[in-house]
């Protein structure tokens, strides 16, 4: 019996040691060296045949060495940190090695920007710049401004109306509640090359956004105006002569509802279009307990419509115009709490409002509510056109743009955030044009010579209507006396302005 053990064990190591050797036989090497699109060689790249876990890696000259048993054909998955996944079909087994050659990833070695005036890689731009792409302001639902500031650092923007706006870089721009309408902003706003003027130019909605540049420090005249603290660039989608179509709705509480569409294509072999669309609502989030209506809405609309023209590949012409059209029931303020000042007692404001029969309907600003007697009205419309030519010209390109940009604001507020009727109105109507030329060649001239030239022209007239109008509480606010006698009442005012600025 242990003799017949001893014979099946020996056979059973005969037959498994003949198995290797026939499997080893059997595999074959395959041999070969990784480059780039120069010619250099990628080191440590994985190479895998596809559908199977045989693989090997590259060594610091790019060679490697594949042993396997499975026949010819079959793809090799080529992968490095830096390129593009390829993959190559191997026919037969070669005594040379093979030469296989990577494709840089450009989506994550470089991002193109246009911060000086004309396309280069961002690594190659020696000033301070963030930039946020398209596809990341959809996904974050950064549909304007004052949501993009949270993606990017040291860039504020403070408003408690589009006229009463103000965007800084590091904290430099414009101040905010200090609106003068005859200032230009320290920080500029331009959208495809065209100047916005005004700082109300940043609360509208995003169309159609490509990618949005922050340049922080002075630009000097780069961008047609000086801006002391930094810019806004932002660059929308362009028509294409392959047909598009692209929708997004979002959903929130408070009734949150945005919807934005898109549609591009040919409409003749060198005419492209594309119309977008951007719809924004949402319910108040402050109740007015006098009129029983939520205040503080959002209710935004934008349009935007472009034409490409491109006679021959070395022209490019843009026909845009865009239309903004927000209606927000806002932006009203709850009352906070009431501190005691220094003045007489008849002259504090629980005494006042004790004198006029009046309650406040909160005293906790997490009540939301208010109970505001003028009607809050924030009409806020701005739009334009613009005409661009992109023509090259030699080693640069050469590019005019025209534009005509205007905003209406016009405005109703309850200035003493009361039921009372005391300053009952306090409010500033505005209607703004302007129209604006650039005309600037840029290139790379030789190795070493790069520029960009330029001349700008802007020519803007703001018109203001301020209005003051005061009620009948106003006189018991204002009694004012040096002595004991409180009875100094001052007459209700009304008053009118009206100044223009150009």
């Known amino acids: 019996m242990k003799s017949n053990s001893y014979s099946i064990k020996f056979l059973l190591l005969t037959f498994l040691s003949l198995s290797s050797a026939i499997a080893y036989a059997q595999q074959s090497a395959l041999t070969g060296i990784i480059k780039n699109s120069k010619g250099a060689p990628v080191p440590q790249a994985s190479i895998v045949i596809r559908g199977t876990n045989i693989g090997a890696s590259a060594n610091e000259n790019g060679e490697f060495t594949l042993k396997t ?13 830096g390129f593009k996944p390829q993959d190559f079909q191997v026919l037969k087994f070669q005594d040379t090695p093979l030469e296989l050659e990577l494709v840089d990833d450009a989506l ?6 246009t911060s000086r005036r004309r396309k280069e890689v961002l690594q190659d731009v020696p000033i301070a710049i963030s930039v946020v792409g398209g596809s990341q302001v959809d996904q974050t639902g950064a549909f304007n401004v004052n949501r993009v500031k949270e993606l990017i650092p040291s860039l504020q923007l403070y408003t408690s109306n589009p006229r009463n706006t103000g965007i800084n870089i590091r904290g430099i721009g414009s101040p905010f509640g200090l609106t003068n309408d005859g200032l230009d902003p320290g920080v500029g706003f331009y959208v495809d090359g065209v100047y916005y003027a005004r700082p109300a130019a940043a609360t509208l909605d995003f169309v159609d956004i490509e990618s949005l540049e922050v340049l922080r420090g002075p630009q000097g005249t780069l961008f047609g105006k000086n801006t002391a603290a930094g810019a806004i660039n932002i660059t929308t989608r362009k028509p294409t002569f392959t047909p598009g179509l692209a929708f997004e709705s979002s959903f929130g509480n408070f009734g949150y509802i945005q919807a934005k569409a898109s549609i591009t294509g040919p409409l003749t072999s060198k005419l492209a279009a594309r119309l977008s669309f951007s719809g924004t609502q949402r319910d108040g989030l402050i109740e007015n307990v006098r009129t029983g209506r939520a205040t503080n809405d959002v209710n935004n609309i934008g349009v935007r419509g472009q034409l ?8 490019a012409i843009t026909l845009a115009g865009d239309y903004s059209n927000q209606k927000p029931d806002g932006y009203a303020q709850v009352v906070a709490g009431v501190a005691p000042t220094k003045r007489a007692a008849y002259r504090q404001f629980n005494a006042i ?9 909160s005293l906790n600003a997490f009540d939301r509510k208010i109970d505001h007697d003028t009607p809050w009205r924030s009409g806020n419309q701005l739009g334009g056109v613009s005409l661009n030519a992109d023509i090259k010209l030699g080693p640069g390109t050469l590019t005019s743009t025209t534009a005509y940009r205007y905003w209406n604001w016009d405005p109703s507020n309850d200035r003493d955030f009361t039921g009372l009727p005391v300053l009952q109105k306090s409010q500033n109507p ?17 190795d070493k010579l790069s520029g960009v030239a330029g001349l700008f022209y802007l020519d803007q007239e703001v018109t203001i209507t301020g209005t003051e109008e005061s009620g009948a509480a106003q006189a018991r606010f204002s009694k004012n006396s040096t002595g004991n006698n409180p009875n100094t009442p001052a007459p209700p005012m009304t008053s009118y302005g009206q100044h223009q600025v150009c």
């Open 430 to 446: 505005a209607k703004h044009k302007n129209w604006s030329q650039e005309l600037r060649y840029a290139g790379t001239f030789t």
């Open 69 to 81: 048993d499975q026949q010819p054909p079959f793809y090799l998955r080529v992968s490095s940190v």
């Open 308 to 315: 490409l023209y491109k006679p021959i590949e070395d022209v």
């Open 108 to 113: 994550l070695g470089e991002i193109v920007v």
């Open 353 to 361: 409002i004790a004198d006029l029969g009046y309650a406040l309907p």
